[in-house]
């Protein structure tokens, strides 16, 4: 059902049952059953969630929010990944670390199409407020296709990076009504927790810019953070800002394509089934989702070319998204820094492709490692490599037809003798299409490995145990859907710096 989004001045409308915002909370609140393909779909994405969260726990952003989270016990409150069953915290903040767990290594689900997202980061605000409110697992699953279904509707219809602001502008109001879905809230209240979640979330693309900071990770928590908050806020009788994205003085007309932008948002018709969760892809590598077929494909070269040494250099042909985000077209100097951080290095196709085609793999810690990143060889291959965008390339990005779209590219390898070697992807071997779609024993996989050195098999049993049977899942067992760390495996360093908590 498409909604035309336009901005209007405060004189002559939107009147509030026109708005995107209270479309969004019609949608939220329509309680149509998930069926049981989303229903299994949702099962992968949060056994997805926790496997990154694992791998990150002892990473100082993670344990630094978990701490902050500690400083917020609540009864009943919401569990904090990492932290055993015991330990409860007030939901904000089990969103806040859990949310920052799941984001660290950049290693989870993604859509991409107008804009970027990563709607796996609607999961930790959501668990945490029904293990708050003591929710089903039934309950649960139908409010996170919820959530997905609204992330990917505004995703598809609102492209938010051409004017550098920061996709998680999508995530609050997505999250929030994922929430508001949980609880089963009246449209009006749902209407005002998503306008409250858009103004607090919407930020600027530098944090994924120049000098990439642990603020990667932090954005999308503080979005789930501040859904939480903003639904708090709706259910005491609160208002906010409206209309937030038709008004004069709003989102769209200042920091989008302004008082002339028309949009076209599709979302299900009421007794419809969200089904969009079926449409987003998760990750095999622990980088930004335009580098997973690539990756891909390096690995594949790598074994044609041999001899790294003997490149001349090597040319990506891609979209402009890939061209302009993670490649040279960013114009970003960091993006070849040998000391950069691992935040910026994921986000460097120019590095990626370089170690992975040395490697013929990649992996989420040893590829980042600072000796991998400065080993004198990679730096002078790395140095090699440009992008370009490619029309077509952008243009298969841009594709609605499942069986054209490309996430990919072409690349010319050039030798010192003058041999070019080229080869081609459209989709990382992942994805849906691709040569080797994730299916359950996949994710699962990718839980054990993860949390094989962070989280005791015993525990990795149960958390596999209880979130496999969703569908059954009691308020007792939701709230038992996390997992403790193993102390031992805590790999030491110096002690975390004291904040105000």
Same mark, same amino acid.
């Given at each position: 059902?498409?909604?035309?989004?336009?901005?209007?001045?405060?004189?002559?409308?939107?009147?509030?049952?026109? +708005? #995107? @915002?209270?479309? %969004? *909370?019609?949608?939220?609140?329509?309680? =149509?059953?998930?069926? /049981?393909?989303?229903?299994?779909?949702?099962?992968?994405?949060?056994?997805?969630?926790?496997?990154?969260?694992?791998?990150?726990?002892?990473?100082?952003?993670?344990?630094?929010?978990?701490?902050?989270?500690?400083?917020?016990?609540?009864?009943?409150?919401?569990?904090?990944?990492?932290?055993?069953?015991?330990?409860?915290?007030?939901?904000?903040?089990?969103?806040?670390?859990?949310?920052?767990?799941?984001?660290?290594?950049?290693?989870?689900?993604?859509?991409?199409?107008?804009?970027?997202?990563?709607?796996?980061?609607?999961?930790?605000?959501?668990?945490?407020?029904?293990?708050?409110?003591?929710?089903?697992?039934? +309950? #649960? @699953?139908?409010? %996170? *296709?919820?959530?997905?279904?609204?992330? =990917?509707?505004?995703? /598809?219809?609102?492209?938010?990076?051409?004017?550098?602001?920061?996709?998680?502008?999508?995530?609050?109001?997505?999250?929030?009504?994922?929430?508001?879905?949980?609880?089963?809230?009246?449209?009006?209240?749902?209407?005002?927790?998503?306008?409250?979640?858009?103004?607090?979330?919407?930020?600027?693309?530098?944090?994924?810019?120049?000098?990439?900071?642990?603020?990667?990770?932090?954005?999308?928590?503080?979005?789930?953070?501040?859904?939480?908050?903003?639904?708090?806020?709706?259910?005491?009788?609160?208002?906010?800002?409206?209309?937030?994205?038709?008004?004069?003085?709003?989102?769209?007309?200042?920091?989008?394509?302004?008082?002339? @932008?028309?949009?076209?948002?599709?979302?299900?018709?009421?007794?419809?089934?969200?089904?969009?969760?079926?449409?987003?892809?998760?990750?095999?590598?622990?980088?930004?989702?335009?580098?997973?077929?690539?990756?891909?494909?390096?690995?594949?070269?790598?074994?044609?070319?041999?001899?790294?040494?003997?490149?001349?250099?090597?040319?990506?042909?891609?979209?402009?998204?890939?061209?302009?985000?993670?490649?040279?077209?960013?114009?970003?100097?960091?993006?070849?820094?040998?000391?950069?951080?691992?935040?910026?290095?994921?986000?460097?196709?120019?590095?990626?492709?370089?170690?992975?085609?040395?490697?013929?793999?990649?992996?989420?810690?040893?590829?980042?490692?600072?000796?991998?990143?400065?080993?004198?060889?990679?730096?002078?291959?790395?140095?090699?490599?440009?992008?370009?965008?490619?029309?077509?390339?952008?243009?298969?990005?841009?594709?609605?037809?499942?069986?054209?779209?490309?996430?990919?590219?072409?690349?010319?390898?050039?030798?010192?003798?003058?041999?070019?070697?080229?080869?081609?992807?459209?989709?990382?071997?992942?994805?849906?299409?691709?040569?080797?779609?994730?299916?359950?024993?996949?994710?699962?996989?990718?839980?054990?490995?993860?949390?094989?050195?962070?989280?005791?098999?015993?525990?990795?049993?149960?958390?596999?145990?209880?979130?496999?049977?969703?569908?059954?899942?009691?308020?007792?067992?939701?709230?038992?859907?996390?997992?403790?760390?193993?102390?031992?495996?805590?790999?030491?360093?110096?002690?975390?710096?004291?904040?105000?908590?």
């Amino acid at each position: 059902m498409q909604h035309r989004v336009r901005v209007h001045r405060s004189a002559d409308g939107p009147a509030p049952a026109d +708005e #995107l @915002a209270y479309r %969004i *909370a019609e949608c939220a609140a329509d309680l =149509v059953e998930p069926d /049981e393909e989303v229903v299994q779909m949702v099962v992968n994405r949060i056994i997805d969630d926790a496997a990154v969260a694992a791998a990150a726990l002892y990473r100082r952003p993670v344990r630094n929010a978990r701490a902050q989270a500690e400083a917020h016990p609540h009864a009943p409150g919401a569990t904090v990944w990492g932290t055993p069953l015991t330990v409860r915290v007030s939901p904000e903040w089990a969103a806040w670390a859990n949310g920052v767990a799941v984001r660290e290594l950049d290693f989870h689900d993604t859509f991409l199409a107008a804009d970027f997202a990563h709607p796996g980061d609607n999961i930790p605000p959501i668990l945490a407020v029904a293990q708050h409110t003591g929710r089903t697992g039934v +309950e #649960l @699953a139908r409010a %996170i *296709a919820t959530a997905y279904e609204v992330q =990917v509707a505004l995703t /598809e219809g609102i492209g938010l990076h051409g004017h550098r602001i920061d996709h998680i502008a999508h995530l609050g109001p997505s999250a929030a009504a994922g929430i508001g879905a949980l609880l089963g809230l009246p449209v009006e209240t749902i209407y005002q927790a998503v306008q409250q979640a858009l103004h607090v979330t919407t930020t600027t693309r530098q944090a994924r810019k120049g000098a990439i900071s642990s603020w990667k990770a932090y954005a999308p928590a503080f979005a789930g953070k501040m859904a939480v908050e903003a639904v708090d806020r709706a259910m005491r009788g609160e208002g906010a800002p409206s209309p937030a994205y038709e008004g004069e003085d709003g989102f769209v007309a200042w920091l989008l394509d302004g008082p002339d @932008a028309d949009y076209t948002v599709d979302l299900p018709a009421p007794g419809e089934p969200k089904r969009a969760i079926l449409r987003t892809y998760t990750k095999e590598h622990s980088a930004e989702y335009q580098s997973q077929a690539l990756i891909d494909l390096a690995r594949r070269m790598g074994s044609r070319i041999g001899d790294t040494s003997r490149i001349r250099s090597v040319t990506i042909h891609t979209s402009h998204h890939t061209h302009d985000v993670i490649g040279t077209g960013a114009g970003d100097p960091q993006k070849s820094d040998p000391a950069a951080s691992r935040e910026t290095l994921d986000h460097s196709i120019l590095y990626i492709f370089a170690v992975a085609l040395q490697d013929r793999a990649w992996h989420h810690e040893r590829s980042y490692t600072r000796e991998r990143a400065s080993r004198p060889d990679t730096v002078d291959l790395w140095h090699r490599i440009t992008t370009v965008e490619d029309p077509e390339w952008t243009r298969r990005y841009h594709s609605t037809d499942p069986e054209k779209q490309a996430f990919g590219g072409r690349v010319v390898i050039e030798l010192d003798d003058g041999t070019e070697i080229w080869d081609e992807i459209a989709m990382a071997d992942a994805h849906p299409l691709g040569a080797r779609p994730f299916t359950r024993p996949d994710y699962i996989a990718k839980f054990r490995e993860l949390a094989g050195d962070v989280v005791s098999r015993a525990e990795q049993d149960l958390f596999l145990g209880l979130v496999e049977r969703l569908p059954e899942l009691t308020p007792e067992h939701v709230g038992d859907l996390s997992f403790a760390a193993d102390p031992a495996a805590d790999p030491g360093g110096p002690p975390l710096a004291k904040g105000l908590f």
